[in-house]
């Protein structure tokens, strides 16, 4: 090649282009930021809303049926989710990943916008925000201390959070457990029957007398002053004074009826930390923001805050992410580092000179700094799909200095006398072809990344471009620095002669012995063949299939949900209860029980449980398994195990999400209880549950409507009357006090809140006779409701959760809960659908097989014009298929599923395998264009080749056998992809060792009895 005789003659040139390359690469490196994952995070936008006082039923309605026709309209959604409970709710709007959020929440918030006119009078305005309610916090805090949970409350949320959301990346940081300041005006339901008063008359004069409006302005010449009605209550004691109304000129004062108390908000969660209250506060970042740079941001301004805090308080950091991520990316350096001094040290073995190594070994390093470059332009992170392009190209990059250096030192091998310039020069024109070929196939395989969707691409993308980036360096450096170097530091070997290279080792003699049998037997190795490649379909019986392998994130997360109709108290006490029996399991540091803020219900709760790191315990199965046995006496609670996943936010909630749809709420019931039964008969499955909260226990006004129609008494009256005093939860007025709003609140007396019978006592405003009780037209009843609604696609949903069974894959667990929806043949309309996980594996299994379908037609387009041959790419794509069962193989033989990495390593493992035929077929056409003989010309061409194809074999599993140990953090799931390709690399090396040469003789064979024939034929006719 010329660059390469270029770069001979002028050293110095090839050293700066490499190193103009490498300085660029170093100082990217400085920028790059680190994560865990390519940036993955679907644009979801939630709405919440408020209907106060209103059942689910009247929220889906009113509320969530328009809602869902305007936001349905928007493009690219890929989930539309609303959950419902009293009174409000949300609704989750999840985009392709190919959405951009900030286009995606313009979108939602303009249809939003429209619905409104469709909805109630009495709705809060709807708040639309970009970010998903559900998602998983980077970094979980305690704030705890010797006061009251009202102190805690207040500085978690005035202090501690303001502080924390001020931290760039920071998208919020949520409280819970604690108790916020309110004023209470309690009521005596007697005192108001007896002065006559209706609650909406207690209401009304509280929001009238705490007012301050400004009002207008006066002006004279040239002065301006303003005017302002300086009407809200000073202290909270002035609320009692406060006027409701005057009978016979006597004014009826809040004291009369009640009294305002500085309170708190009704107790409705709760936290623990190491055993003591506290308030928890959980930090989430902003959509796809650096998840280490946020950590450690929010972990440098949590000590700046516990020096703002008052004495006796502390802040403490329960978990964070960025550990686990430094660690995993520690890791992958460490692995990059091992395999890089393996693979040169493969060079060493095969060749036995330090000349050797040193100069094929600066293809590692270079290749390595350069590609952080395009990373660096890319806006790639280090994370664990880069690093492990990065280390896996190790073993690859230094292939082509070796095939190259290889060749050189062939020719000095064979002729002594040569001028070592002369060598590296020829040398690397007779190999560049084949160099070529091996690179670019190997690249091509990544373009039809392009061609792929969802997460699939995010992960293959910046895996597939960070690798072909550095193979093409390394190309570069094989035709420039390492010809460059070889002229100057390798030596003229001393011997004598042999033809077509050195003397043959009894490694060659022995292999050179099989393939001439071969060549006598080739229906044999057809054979072989066959039997190789149908093994695949047996084999691929015996292999699960998973979406990402489970990694041990020295976590687990335990969900309780006690029966409808529990008290918080309840809830709290068995939680703890629970808490304190799992503390005692070896290998727990530390159990952080609190209640589930997702929907802010009683019922719910879950406990954090914090692992000693992996070395100084046992299996997380086996923690988990010994969670579920002490569990397994609080079955009524639906306890469910946890495992935190990569992935983050609901798909790590529960690997195994369905949800059964239908048209009518009323009749999903029925069939979701029956298809849970049968789910919990499964094997295949554990921790099953689902969403049904349909029985929860109500006091039922029922109202006559006729009588109150006669009586003037309107409905939305007694709705109004009943709500304020039993519920206690809308905020009438406000209290200002140093610059702060506290809500100001109206219920009854605690002692007659919870007396059923005393409802019945309520007076409310009629049209005709003035005020009567309520049990004049109402009667109340028990009776049971869903505390909660959730709908999916526009339809009512009961969504089902739940984990694999131990030594059971995400496949296997799906496919029993298909096989149970297929039993119970649902009715018209209705049907069930995967959402989380097992959808990511179905689009994944999608995706990667249209990638190696693509990858191997391109892979035969650059081999046809690179060999000028439309036949030559068929010998060598056909090692291709046989190599996939030998990958299957190592699978199964080491206890691993079919998941993402080793689809990925499949997908690697076709671009590698056929290197070997490149190199084989290259040298057997240069020899029979020479004019050898066939089978001479096989025979000599592949012992020639034998060496650089096991050196170059050997140095990329040298390379990854660091990752495919599994040693350090995160390397469990990383080291699908090495067993992959190493598993399916060495054993299939002897039979493409065998096939690509057999084949080579049937072809070549073939077209020279062909052009005989012809030859004959124009005799004859010439005749």
């Known amino acids: 090649m010329r660059l390469s005789e270029i770069c001979v003659q002028r050293p110095v040139f090839a050293f700066m282009l490499i190193m103009f390359l490498v300085v660029m690469g170093v100082f990217s490196f400085v920028d790059l930021g680190v994560d865990l994952f390519p940036k993955t995070d679907p644009a979801s936008v939630y709405v919440r809303f408020r209907l106060p006082g209103a059942s689910p039923e009247e929220v889906v309605s009113q509320v969530v049926m328009p809602l869902e026709e305007s936001v349905s309209a928007v493009s690219g959604i890929d989930e539309l989710r609303a959950v419902i409970s009293e009174g409000g709710g949300f609704v989750i709007v999840t985009f392709t990943l190919e959405k951009d959020i900030n286009e995606a929440v313009n979108e939602v918030r303009e249809k939003v916008a429209g619905a409104v006119r469709q909805m109630p009078q009495t709705m809060q305005p709807p708040i639309v925000q970009k970010a998903d309610p559900d998602s998983e916090p980077v970094v979980s805090l305690a704030l705890s201390g010797n006061v009251t949970v009202r102190e805690l409350t207040e500085v978690a949320d005035k202090v501690v ?29 007697n005192k108001m029957n007896g002065y006559s008063l209706t609650a909406q008359e207690v209401e009304r004069a509280i929001r009238s007398e705490n007012i301050e409006t400004p009002g207008g302005r006066i002006v004279r010449g040239p002065q301006e002053m303003g005017v302002r009605t300086m009407g809200r209550v000073e202290n909270i004691a002035q609320f009692n004074n406060i006027i409701i109304k005057n009978v016979s000129g006597v004014p009826i004062r809040v004291r009369d009826v009640g009294y305002a108390e500085d309170g708190m908000a009704e107790r409705r969660s709760f936290s623990y930390y190491k055993g003591e209250p506290s308030v928890s506060i959980e930090v989430r970042r902003q959509t796809g923001q650096n998840t280490v ?14 020096k703002q805090l008052p004495p006796g308080l502390k802040l403490s950091v329960v978990k964070e992410s960025a550990t686990y991520i430094k660690k995993s990316v520690e890791s992958l350096e460490e692995h990059l580092v091992l395999g890089s001094l393996l693979a040169s040290l493969i060079i060493w073995l095969f060749i036995r000179d330090w000349r050797t190594v040193l100069i094929s070994s600066i293809a590692i390093p270079t290749s390595i700094i350069t590609t952080f470059t395009i990373m660096r332009a890319l806006d790639y992170t280090l994370n664990s799909m880069t690093l492990l392009a990065l280390t896996l190209a190790v073993g690859i990059v230094i292939d082509d200095a070796i095939i190259v250096l290889e060749n050189i030192y062939r020719f000095l091998e064979r002729d002594p006398d040569i001028d070592p310039k002369v060598a590296a020069v020829e040398a690397t024109k ?130 309780l949900e006690s029966p409808e109709g529990s008290s918080l108290e309840l809830t709290e006490r068995v939680t703890m209860e629970i808490a304190r029996k799992i503390e005692k399991i070896p290998g727990v540091i530390a159990v952080v029980p609190g209640t589930m803020g997702f929907l802010d219900r009683v019922q719910q709760s879950r406990a954090t449980i914090l692992l000693a790191p992996p070395s100084e315990r046992g299996p997380l199965n086996e923690i988990a398994g010994k969670i579920r046995a002490i569990t397994r006496d609080y079955a009524y609670l639906r306890p469910a195990v946890s495992f935190p996943n990569v992935l ?27 298809m849970l039964q049968k789910l919990m008969k499964q094997p295949e499955l554990a921790d099953i549950r689902a969403n ?72 409310v405003p009629s049209a005709k006779v003035g005020l009567i009780r309520l049990d004049s037209i109402a009667k109340l009843e028990r009776g049971v409701g869903p505390s909660r609604i959730d709908r999916i696609a526009r339809q009512y949903g009961i969504g089902f959760y739940g984990n694999p069974a131990p030594g059971v894959t995400l496949g296997a667990a799906a496919a029993a809960v298909q096989s149970v929806v297929d039993e119970m043949d649902l009715p018209m309309g209705h049907s069930v659908l995967f959402s989380g996980q097992v959808k990511i594996l179905e689009e994944t299994t999608t995706n990667m097989i249209l990638a190696i379908g693509l990858a191997s037609i391109f892979m035969y387009m650059v081999l046809a014009a690179q060999f000028e041959s439309l036949v030559h790419p068929f010998i060598i794509l056909l090692t291709l298929p046989l190599s996939i069962p030998f990958a299957l193989l ?17 997908l690697l493992l076709l671009g590698i395998v056929k290197k070997n035929g490149i190199l084989q077929i290259d040298c057997m056409n240069r020899l029979l264009g020479e004019g050898m003989p066939l089978r001479e010309a096989i025979l000599e061409a ?82």
Request: charged share 20%; glycine share 8%.
């Open 161 to 189: 959070r303001r502080n924390l959301e001020t931290v760039d990346g920071v998208a919020a940081a949520d409280p819970s457990g604690g108790r916020r300041r309110q004023v209470n005006i309690l009521l005596d339901i």
């Open 293 to 306: 740079k946020v950590v450690d941001a929010v972990i440098a301004r949590v000590a700046q805050v516990n």
């Open 430 to 559: 007779e190999i560049s072809m084949a160099v070529v070929a091996t690179t670019i196939s190997l690249v091509i395989i990544f373009v039809p990344i392009a061609f792929v969707t969802g997460y699939a691409k995010r992960y293959l993308g910046q895996f597939g471009w960070t690798m072909s980036f550095s193979i093409l360096v390394s190309m570069l450096v094989a035709f420039t620095l390492t010809p460059t170097l070889s002229a100057r530091v390798l030596k003229r070997k001393k011997g004598g002669p042999s033809t077509h290279g050195h003397q043959p080792t009894a490694i060659e003699k022995g292999y050179v012995r099989i393939l001439s049998w071969s060549l006598n037997h080739r229906l044999v190795i057809v054979a072989v063949c066959a039997l190789t490649f149908g093994s695949t379909f047996i084999l691929a019986k015996f292999i699960g299939r998973d979406w990402m392998p489970q990694e041990d994130q020295s976590e687990l997360q335990l969900m």
């Open 648 to 674: 983050g936010g609901r798909d790590s909630f529960s690997p195994i999400r369905a949800s059964l749809n239908g048209p009518e709420f009323a009749k999903l019931v029925p069939i979701a209880r029956e």
């Open 692 to 763: 049904l909260n349909f029985n929860n226990p109500e006091l039922q006004v029922s109202i006559d409507r006729q009588l109150a129609s006669d009586l003037g008494v309107r409905v939305a009256d007694v709705a109004s009357a009943v709500r304020l005093l039993m519920s206690g939860e809308d905020e009438i007025s406000t209290y200002k006090e140093l610059g702060e709003q506290y809500p100001v609140t109206v219920r009854l007396m605690g002692g007659q809140r919870d007396d059923p019978q005393v409802l019945s006592r309520l007076l």
């Open 890 to 906: 190592s699978l199964i033989a080491t206890g691993r599923s079919l998941n993402l990495f080793s689809a990925l390593g499949i």
């Open 942 to 1023: 592949n012992r020639i080749r034998l060496r650089p194809i096991l050196m170059t074999t050997f140095s990329i599993i040298a390379g990854l056998i660091p990752t495919a140990l599994a040693m350090g953090t995160g390397a469990a799931t990383r080291s699908a992809i090495a067993v992959t390709i190493i598993g399916g690399q060495t054993l299939c090396l002897v039979l493409t060792l065998l096939v690509v040469p057999v084949t080579y003789s049937y072809v070549e064979g073939a077209r020279a009895w062909l052009s005989q024939r012809r030859r004959v034929e124009a005799t004859a006719a010439g005749d």
